[in-house]
């Protein structure tokens, strides 16, 4: 077991977006990384720039525990962890169904406090250690047909700053990134959600009107243009490449002491700007003007 403090990385869903931005970001500024994905032909082209592989599913305990190990074994503890993997449930509530939510739950949530806790005894024993948590500007506030999403994205809001607060006596810095909109696959894999969500749903015969029609069919039509519309609209400018969030991700770790909050983009310092000065009616209001109100 190594002896000097270890500063090895590890990052959940590498595949694509920030976590394969992130992952080559810093192993060609000399971290050793861990990148990790739950498919590992997914990252193979991360080797090429010095990335060491690995197969973890934020949803496999055992996955997660085996990876952690590994770098235990190599480097005497994860030294920074990225929590990176996660995408967007998208959906009216009443809709999506309950095994959709908690998978939900289960990626964005519970993969992110399991892994912290399997990293931590490692990281405190060193007296050094990075959290980086990737939130987004979805934990400040909340759309219509993203409130499952954005509830995962709250959560890690507050698991952040308690944690922040319970282990920087070990030496260890916790930092909740931020980021606004970022051109990723998550646009597309939130639609496909909407879809599936939605067609569940009425397969099961639930959520229907008393004429069998889908209450909520408008709406999710509008939902789920509007959440491609975003990232290709000139909205898109207000907000970034994943390596904007990669670079910031860099900085944090490389600070002494970390931030723990980085808002990313123009576009979530305006977003989240805009929600705290609206009361809840005028950001209803607003939304209706983007979104048909299901009735
Ligand atoms: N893009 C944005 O506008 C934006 C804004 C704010 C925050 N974020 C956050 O940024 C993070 C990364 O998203 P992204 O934008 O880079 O989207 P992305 O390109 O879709 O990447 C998501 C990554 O998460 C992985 N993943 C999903 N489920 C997983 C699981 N069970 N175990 C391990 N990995 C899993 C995916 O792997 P597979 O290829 O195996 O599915 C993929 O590598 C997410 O937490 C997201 O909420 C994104």
């Not at 095994?99 to 912290?116: C, D, P, S, Y």
Request: net charge positive.
């Amino acid at each position: 077991m190594a002896t000097e403090t270890s500063k090895a990385v590890l990052i959940t869903g590498c595949s694509s977006g920030i976590g394969e931005a992130t992952a080559r970001r810093l192993a060609r500024a000399g971290w050793t990384v861990y990148a990790s994905a739950r498919r590992l032909e997914s990252i193979e082209s991360l080797a090429g720039d010095g990335c060491k592989l690995l197969r973890l599913d934020v949803t496999d305990e055992q996955s997660m525990r085996a990876a952690v190990e590994v770098i235990v074994r190599d480097h005497g503890a994860v030294g920074v962890l990225v929590n990176n993997a996660g995408y967007s449930q998208g959906g009216a509530i009443e809709q999506v169904p309950m095994e959709a939510v908690r998978r939900q739950f289960e990626t964005n949530v519970f993969g992110a406090i399991a892994l912290t806790q399997l990293a931590l005894p490692a990281m405190r024993a060193q007296r050094w250690g990075r959290i980086v948590n990737v939130g987004s500007m979805g934990g400040r506030l909340t759309f219509p047909g993203g409130g499952l999403y954005h509830a995962t994205k709250y959560s890690l809001e507050a698991i952040s700053d308690a944690l922040r607060f319970e282990v920087k006596g070990f030496g260890v810095d916790v930092t909740l990134v931020e980021p606004g909109l970022i051109t990723t696959e998550f646009a597309k894999s939130a639609v496909a959600s909407v879809v599936e969500a939605q067609s569940a749903s009425m397969g099961a015969n639930r959520a229907e009107s008393a004429d069998g029609s889908n209450p909520y069919e408008r709406f999710n039509v509008k939902l789920a243009a509007m959440t491609t519309g975003v990232y290709e609209s000139p909205i898109r400018h207000l907000g970034g490449a994943p390596d904007v969030v990669a670079k910031a991700i860099e900085r944090a770790i490389s600070r002494r002491r970390s931030p723990s909050r980085m808002l990313l983009t123009p576009s979530a310092r305006l977003t989240v700007l805009q929600r705290k000065l609206l009361p809840d009616r005028l950001w209803d209001a607003m939304m209706r003007t983007q979104l048909p109100q299901p009735r």
